[in-house]
């Protein structure tokens, strides 16, 4: 069974910095497109980040320049280092990514960590 478990979140002041890590595991082959997503409550998912497996990064507005979004293909393990937080990146974020593995294709999340910012 594929599981991604996210860690690093945590409260942190404005201006501080975290590091989520999203570790996938379970019978699997490969791993193609990977991203980061938060939802703030009563709010929709929105996308942060997303990495390809060649290692091409997107950013949404709101984090450009303030967060990196990495991966480690030999651990499995997809990366956020977040910098500059401001209270409105305070969510739940979650990895998700594509993934073939024994069970099949399919696009994966992980169960969410909070990151709470205060001001």
């Known amino acids: 069974q594929v599981q991604l478990v996210e860690s690093g979140g945590g409260l942190v002041q404005s201006g501080g910095s975290l590091r989520l890590s999203c570790a996938a595991s379970?019978?699997?082959?490969?791993?193609?497109?990977m991203g980061w997503y938060r939802q703030a409550p009563g709010e929709q998912r929105e996308v942060v980040a997303t990495i390809t497996s060649g290692g091409t990064r997107n950013y949404a507005d709101s984090v450009k320049g303030r967060f990196t979004i990495s991966r480690d293909n030999a651990k499995r393990t997809l990366y956020l280092q977040m910098n500059s937080l401001k209270p409105e990146d305070t969510a739940v974020y979650y990895c998700?990514?594509?993934?073939?593995?024994?069970?099949?294709?399919?696009?994966?999340w992980g169960q969410g960590t909070q990151v709470t910012v205060s001001s």
């Open positions: 379970g019978g699997i082959f490969t791993i193609y497109h």
């Open positions: 998700n990514a594509n993934i073939v593995a024994q069970i099949g294709p399919g696009r994966h």
